[in-house]
T-cell receptor
């Protein structure tokens, strides 16, 4: 079945550092890939997505590229801020799947001033 | 703006009680979901519904049931709460169709069973 493997946390960075959170997946067919973010005490919200190979999703300075050859969707940001402290979830959705999303286990990011 | 509203943010219930968690969405979405979130385990799907009165089991349905009598409302029911059901519960909704559709989440309900 489908699965998502995420870099384990927690990750602690200083403000303005470069961020990478690794995500790899296993799926049949051609899934869509997502990054969701969960700020403290809140639900999840979509950060970015890519629906086909070589697509790059971007939002709020974050980027991720859908790499079919390496089955990866790594999240990157060039300069993190304290306000980026949150839990980040990688997820995939397979075409034709009514259940929609399969999530990774989440990566806790803390950015220190 | 898209809105998924969960009726209770924080609940404390006793073992054996029947618990209702309510969720309402205002986007006319066909699909609705209940997830459970636990540290180190990520999000696990309990049940989902793709139409009124239709439901399917997710990965961890044991000890839970659901009800969808109206399109906008999806309820999660714990028939007899147990301490191992202490968790954060997240409701979500989405349009039907392709795999690229965004799923929208509520803010979550923290349930403690004592």
């Amino acid at each position: 079945g489908d699965s998502v493997t995420q870099m384990e946390g927690p990750v602690t960075l200083s403000e303005e550092a470069f961020l990478t959170i690794n995500c790899t997946y296993t799926a049949t067919g051609y899934p869509s890939l997502f990054w969701y973010v969960q700020y403290p005490g809140e639900g999840l919200q979509l950060l970015l997505k890519a629906t086909k190979a070589d697509d790059k999703g971007s939002n709020k300075g974050f980027e991720a590229t859908y790499r079919k050859e390496t089955t990866s969707f790594h999240l990157e940001k060039g300069s993190v801020q304290v306000s980026d402290s949150a839990v980040y979830f990688c997820a995939l959705s397979s075409s034709g799947s009514a259940r929609q999303l399969t999530f990774g286990s989440g990566t806790q990011l803390t950015v220190l001033p | 703006d898209v809105k998924v509203t969960q009726s209770s943010r924080y609940l404390v219930k006793r073992t054996g009680e029947k618990v209702f968690l309510e969720c309402v969405q205002d986007m006319d979405h066909e699909n609705m979901f209940w997830y459970r979130q636990d540290p180190g385990l990520g999000l696990r799907l309990i049940y989902f519904s793709y139409d009124v009165k239709m439901k399917e089991k997710g990965d961890i349905p044991e000890g839970y049931s659901v009800s969808r009598e109206k399109k906008e409302r999806f309820s999660l029911i714990l028939e007899s709460a147990s301490t191992n059901q202490t968790s954060m519960y997240l409701c979500a909704s989405s349009e039907t169709g392709g795999s690229g559709n965004t799923i929208y989440f509520g803010e979550g309900s923290w349930l403690t069973v004592v």
